[in-house]
């Protein structure tokens, strides 16, 4: 998987609609190059490209770790209501904030998935017996549902943000620069590590709470780490690229049936394949359409939703 991601580097590098010769790419980086090709590669691909890893990364990671939490192997970040918080939360900002860039988006969508899945987590946690999985995720369906409505009511009602965030909706890494990932690097570093770290307690977790108790997991500390490690990481995802479909639904899946249920195996693999489908997809929606482009959100629900019909009949692969 790793040579696999770097080889996906190196194509989303050297692949777009501009037609730039292989060896004019590798003399840019080298330090050569035109002015235009230095525009190309160090002002458009290259960013590109490290936003498209780090957003296929954090989204795997969620949805490897949503789908462990909750136990239901078609469960994916947005099941939370995480997608639906941020993108609230962004039609507000344009609409009654004037927020007029990616850059606003950011704190907006960040902002949004963190209420919104702190609501849902108090919701699924009212009530006798505590949070159990399938409370937070009838909560999470819930609120993502009232809230996709609101959202819809605001951008209809107002032409101006049904503008802007047309772009946004699709999921796209056009237009994205450092300036957009470095404000929520420190979020998804702490996801990141947060993910990790409770990995080995899902594999307890996951065989219910009575057997993690016995294993000696705290059971409620895990799940809370879990939705937080879920929130930053899908949270910052969809704030710089929007929402992204099936990448956090499908990857998870294909892990499993590669290396087995073990969660670290399966966070680990996630982490490096994720990347791999999201930057794969990007090239492919700079290609398909040209002179255009095509968003990578679009692109990954072309390739997911088939892939993952093939999987979810795999009895080995929908298993967890």
Do not use: K
């Not at 993108?87 to 927020?99: H, K, N, Q, S, Y």
């Not at 049904?162 to 999921?171: I, K, L, P, Y």
């Not at 390739?303 to 999987?311: E, K, S, T």
Request: glycine content about 12%.
């Amino acid at each position: 998987m790793l040579v696999l991601l770097l080889v996906t580097v190196v194509l989303s590098i050297g692949v777009g609609a501009n037609p730039i010769s292989p060896r004019a790419v590798l003399d840019t980086i080298a330090g050569g190059g035109d002015d235009e090709s230095q525009y190309v590669v160090w002002q458009q691909r290259v960013p590109r490209t490290v936003i498209g890893t780090v957003v296929g990364t954090a989204l795997g990671v969620a949805g490897a770790l949503i789908q462990a939490f909750t136990r239901n192997p078609l469960a994916d970040p947005g099941i939370l209501g995480v997608n639906s918080g941020a993108a609230f939360a962004v039609a507000v900002g344009i609409v009654f904030f004037g927020v007029t860039g990616i850059s606003g988006y950011v704190w907006f969508a960040c902002a949004g998935a963190l209420i919104v899945t702190l609501a849902v987590y108090a919701i699924g946690a009212a009530g006798r017996g505590g949070t159990d999985p399938i409370r937070l995720t009838l909560a999470g369906v819930a609120v993502g549902a009232v809230l996709s409505g609101a959202t819809t009511g605001l951008t209809l009602t107002h032409p101006d943000a049904f503008d802007r965030m047309r772009g946004w909706n699709a999921g796209s890494l056009l237009e994205r620069g450092f300036d957009v990932l470095t404000p929520v690097v420190p979020l998804l570093v702490i996801g990141l590590t947060m993910a990790i770290a409770v990995s080995s307690a899902m594999n307890s977790v996951a065989l219910g709470d009575d057997m993690a108790r016995a294993h000696g997991v705290n059971v409620g500390r895990t799940r809370v780490l879990v939705l937080i490690a879920v929130t930053l990481l899908a949270g910052s995802a969809t704030a710089i690229a929007g929402p992204i479909a099936f990448v956090g639904l499908m990857v998870p899946h294909v892990v499993r049936w590669t290396v087995g249920p073990d969660q670290r195996r399966i966070v680990v693999g996630s982490l490096l394949l994720s990347p791999i489908v999201v930057l794969l997809s990007d090239v492919l929606g700079r290609v398909l359409v040209l002179p255009s482009e095509m968003p990578v959100g679009i692109v990954t629900a072309f390739v997911g939703a088939p892939v993952l019909v093939v999987l979810v009949r795999r009895r080995t692969a929908s298993a967890l």
